[in-house]
């Protein structure tokens, strides 16, 4: 929905919005901006710049975007309070470069990846297609990158929220699923304290619409087994009738999103080990 008072601001000749004018002189630094995602939830004014650097991504906190209602110092904060997750080498989560304080407030700079976001905003459902009718091997190398990322980010204690597939970018070229938001995963012990946490109702599951629940990695594993429906199957029919997968694979994805979580399994290591084990078979 429009926000009634967004306004349209330009940055070398492309259009965004916000609801006041941001602090984007110090983009200069970093060269010419090409790409300008302006509807992010979590408060972030991202970035696509092409200079002296080569492309970036250029993730931007502490101003009023059109679809974030809360305050631009917590929205800077998260970002900021995200680093140290960003920090990690893997394949599946986006490169982080250098972050510091910028305009009104902070700034990530990653390394720009030439893939497309699964749904991106506004929706469109072209690259979901497109992964839905990739050979099965290829599918199964993308899901274990994100699964394999996910287990590593559990077992440092670390529960993902927000999780969706407008966070993830597929690169179809390198056979890559690289996430690119983790600005709001939470540290164990963690509870719902929003009522309806942030994210796409694909992915949340029940206790992230229950204010007070408890979010554990029971939580995460329902994440992880939305977006193997997103490949195989459809989150809003999620009957093994919708799905194009093997079946052995349904199953795993059907158990990790039961609605009671102690339903589902109980660690991101257990979910991955089910699901390398049925795709062995």
């Given at each position: 929905?429009?926000?009634?008072?967004?306004?349209?601001?330009?940055?070398?000749?492309?259009?965004?919005?916000?609801?006041?004018?941001?602090?984007?002189?110090?983009?200069?630094?970093?060269?010419?901006?090409?790409?300008?995602?302006?509807?992010?939830?979590?408060?972030?004014?991202?970035?696509?710049?092409?200079?002296r650097?080569?492309?970036?991504?250029?993730k931007?906190?502490?101003?009023?975007?059109?679809?974030?209602?809360?305050?631009?110092?917590?929205?800077?904060?998260?970002?900021?309070?995200?680093?140290?997750?960003?920090?990690?080498?893997?394949?599946?989560?986006?490169?982080?470069?250098?972050?510091?304080?910028?305009?009104?407030?902070?700034?990530?700079?990653?390394?720009?990846?030439?893939?497309?976001?699964?749904?991106?905003?506004?929706?469109?459902?072209?690259?979901?297609?497109?992964?839905?009718?990739?050979?099965?091997g290829?599918?199964?190398?993308?899901?274990?990158?994100?699964?394999?990322?996910?287990?590593?980010?559990?077992?440092?204690?670390?529960?993902?929220?927000?999780?969706?597939?407008?966070?993830?970018?597929?690169?179809?070229?390198?056979?890559?699923?690289?996430?690119?938001?983790?600005?709001l995963?939470?540290?164990?012990?963690?509870?719902?304290?929003?009522?309806?946490?942030?994210?796409?109702?694909?992915?949340?599951?029940?206790?992230?619409?229950?204010?007070?629940?408890?979010?554990?990695?029971s939580?995460?594993?329902?994440?992880?087994?939305?977006?193997?429906?997103?490949?195989?199957?459809?989150?809003?029919?999620?009957?093994?009738?919708?799905?194009?997968?093997?079946?052995?694979?349904?199953?795993?994805?059907?158990?990790?999103?039961?609605?009671?979580?102690?339903?589902?399994?109980?660690?991101?290591?257990?979910?991955?080990?089910?699901?390398?084990?049925?795709?062995?078979?």
């Amino acid at each position: 929905m429009e926000d009634a008072k967004a306004q349209v601001y330009q940055i070398d000749g492309i259009a965004f919005q916000a609801r006041q004018e941001p602090q984007l002189t110090w983009l200069r630094n970093y060269g010419r901006v090409f790409w300008v995602s302006d509807r992010q939830m979590s408060g972030n004014l991202c970035f696509g710049v092409e200079g002296r650097y080569g492309r970036l991504f250029i993730k931007y906190a502490g101003e009023r975007p059109v679809n974030y209602s809360g305050r631009p110092e917590a929205a800077a904060a998260a970002l900021q309070n995200a680093m140290p997750l960003y920090q990690r080498e893997h394949p599946a989560l986006v490169k982080l470069l250098a972050h510091g304080p910028a305009g009104a407030g902070y700034a990530a700079i990653f390394r720009w990846e030439e893939a497309a976001v699964l749904r991106p905003t506004p929706p469109s459902n072209v690259v979901h297609d497109r992964v839905q009718r990739l050979q099965l091997g290829r599918s199964l190398r993308m899901l274990d990158m994100v699964y394999d990322l996910h287990a590593q980010l559990a077992g440092d204690g670390y529960i993902a929220v927000d999780f969706y597939d407008g966070n993830l970018l597929i690169d179809f070229d390198r056979n890559a699923a690289i996430v690119c938001d983790i600005d709001l995963y939470r540290k164990k012990p963690a509870v719902n304290d929003r009522g309806r946490m942030q994210g796409s109702s694909r992915f949340l599951s029940p206790e992230e619409y229950t204010l007070g629940a408890p979010l554990t990695e029971s939580t995460t594993v329902y994440a992880m087994g939305a977006l193997a429906f997103e490949f195989f199957g459809s989150n809003l029919d999620r009957s093994v009738n919708a799905w194009h997968g093997p079946r052995q694979l349904y199953d795993v994805a059907a158990r990790a999103t039961r609605d009671a979580p102690e339903n589902r399994y109980p660690s991101l290591q257990a979910f991955l080990g089910a699901w390398r084990e049925a795709v062995a078979h």
